[in-house]
C-alpha cells in the first residue's frame, strides 16, 4: 500500500508523453529534410536558396538538440518515478510495521477495517470465550464436585459397614506399639512433630501445645464433606487404641433464604469430642449441607464468628475464639471449629466437657439461618429431649446458638 498518491496514473504516462513529443520532433525533422530537398529546385533567381537552406539546417539541428534534451529528460523523470516508488515503499513499510507493533500491544484498538476476516472470526471467538468463560468454569466446577460427590458417597457407604470398623481395628492394634511412640513425640513436640500433623492441616501457632485444622486445608472442598462412615473408622480405631470418641448430630434444618415457602438447602451442625490418636484431647463442630441421605457438603459458606471451650475432669484444656485474625483464612471466620490438646492423651470422651458458640450474626443471611435451626431445635425438643436437641440453647439478642456437651 503506497503512502503517497502522487497522481501515479499521470506519472506513470509522463515516459509515454515525451516519446510522443520526440516523435512529433522527429517527424517535424524529416519534414525539414523533405523542404531541405525541395528548396535545391527553387531557381537561385527567385530567392536565396542558400540562405534558405542554412535556415532549414539550423532548425534541423534545434530539432535534433530537443530530441536530445527529451531522452536525458525521459531517463531523468524514469529515475525519479522509480526513486519516488522505491522510497514510498520503504516508508509504507515502515509506517506499517509500526501499526503492526502498535495493534499488537494495543489489540483491542485495532477498527475492524483492519482486520482480516480470520481475525474478525478469531475475535468474535474471543469474545464469546471470555463472556462465557466463567459459566463454564462454574458449570465444569459443579460437574466436577457432583461426581466427586457421588463417588465420596459411595465410598463411605463401603466404610460404613462391620467388616471394615474390624479392618481398621485391626490395623490399629497391630500397629499400636507405633502409635504410641507418635503420641510421645507430638506430646513432646520432638523435631518434626508440627511437620507431621500439619499434613491434615493442623497447626500451633501459639506454641501453648494446642492445634488447630487450617480452614482452607483439604478438607473445605465441598465434596469432601462428611458422613458416617468417617465416624466408624475414627470410632473403630480410637476404640481399639483403649480410648474413646462420642460424635453428635444437630437437628437438621431447612432454610427459605427468599421466602417463598420453599426449602432452599439443609443444614446441619456435626460436633466430636474425644481421643484424637497423637492430637490428644480435642473436640470440632462443623456445619454441613445436607447432599444425600448418607453424606454431607462442606459448608464453607456458611464460615462465621466460632468459639470452642475444652475441659477435662473440670480443667480448661483450652479455650479458642479466632474471629477477627487478620491472619486466619476470611479474617479468622469459622465453618468448622478444631482444638486439639497435645499435651492430654488418652482420655475418655465422657470426660470431656466441649462448649461451641457459633454467632449467626456474623454469618451470610445469619438471621435466616439463625431462627431456621433454632425453631428446628425447639419444635424437635417439644416433642421430647433428644440427643440432636441435648445441650443447646439460643440468645435471640445476639443471634447465638451455645451447645454445652458434657454427655454423649
Known amino acids: 500500500m503506497a503512502t503517497i498518491t502522487l497522481y501515479a496514473g499521470k506519472v506513470n504516462q509522463m515516459s509515454r508523453l515525451i516519446n510522443h513529443a520526440k516523435k512529433a520532433i522527429k517527424e517535424y525533422k524529416s519534414d525539414l529534410k523533405s523542404l531541405k530537398s525541395k528548396v535545391l529546385k527553387i531557381d537561385s533567381s527567385i530567392c536565396n536558396v542558400d540562405d534558405v537552406i542554412s535556415s532549414i539546417k539550423s532548425s534541423t539541428q ?67 470465550c471470555k463472556k462465557h468463560w466463567d459459566s463454564f468454569v462454574e458449570g465444569l466446577k459443579e460437574i466436577i464436585n457432583e461426581l466427586a460427590a457421588k463417588f465420596i458417597d459411595l465410598i463411605g457407604q463401603f466404610i460404613n459397614t462391620a467388616p471394615f470398623a474390624f479392618f481398621i481395628a485391626g490395623l490399629v492394634i497391630t500397629f499400636y506399639p507405633t502409635m504410641k511412640f ?66 453428635k448430630k444437630s437437628v437438621e434444618f431447612e432454610v427459605d433464604f427468599d421466602g417463598d415457602g420453599e426449602t432452599d438447602k439443609t443444614y446441619m451442625f456435626w460436633s466430636w469430642k474425644g481421643d484424637y490418636m497423637n492430637l490428644g484431647a480435642g473436640a470440632e463442630t462443623g456445619i454441613y449441607e445436607y447432599y444425600s441421605d448418607t453424606h ?31 491472619n486466619l483464612w476470611n479474617n479468622g471466620a469459622q465453618w468448622w471449629i478444631t482444638g486439639f490438646d497435645a499435651r492430654t492423651q488418652n482420655v475418655k470422651a465422657e470426660d470431656l466437657e466441649a462448649i461451641t458458640i457459633i454467632d449467626f450474626s456474623e454469618m451470610e443471611n445469619g438471621e435466616i439461618m439463625y431462627e431456621a435451626f433454632k425453631d428446628a431445635t425447639v419444635s ?16 435471640d439478642e445476639t443471634y447465638t446458638a451455645t451447645l454445652d456437651w458434657k454427655e454423649k
Not at 464453607?300 to 480443667?315: I, P, Q, S
Request: glycine letters at 6%.
Open 62 to 128: 534545434t530539432q535534433e538538440d530537443k530530441i536530445d534534451a527529451l531522452d536525458n529528460l525521459k531517463k531523468d523523470v524514469n529515475e525519479f518515478v522509480a526513486d519516488v516508488v522505491r522510497i514510498d515503499g520503504d516508508v509504507a513499510d515502515a509506517i506499517n510495521q509500526s501499526k503492526n507493533d502498535f495493534y499488537d500491544k494495543y489489540e483491542y484498538l485495532k477498527p475492524d477495517c483492519e482486520k482480516s476476516w480470520l481475525e474478525e472470526k478469531w475475535d468474535s471467538a474471543r469474545e464469546w
Open 380 to 395: 424437635t425438643r417439644e416433642k421430647g429431649e433428644t440427643d440432636e436437641t441435648a445441650g443447646w440453647s439460643f440468645s
Open 182 to 247: 507418635i503420641k510421645y513425640w507430638t506430646k513432646k513436640d520432638l523435631p518434626g512433630a508440627d511437620q507431621f500433623v500439619g499434613l491434615i492441616g493442623a497447626v500451633d501457632d501459639d506454641n501453648d501445645g494446642v492445634y488447630h485444622i487450617r480452614q482452607d486445608w483439604f478438607q473445605s472442598w465441598a465434596p469432601l464433606g462428611y458422613n458416617d462412615g468417617y465416624d466408624n473408622v475414627f470410632d473403630s480405631a480410637i476404640r481399639a487404641s483403649g480410648n474413646t470418641m462420642d460424635k
Open 296 to 326: 454431607w457438603l462442606t459448608a464453607t459458606d456458611k464460615a462465621t464468628d466460632m468459639e470452642l471451650t475444652l475441659y477435662h475432669n473440670g480443667e480448661k484444656l483450652y479455650s479458642y475464639s479466632p474471629y477477627g485474625d487478620e
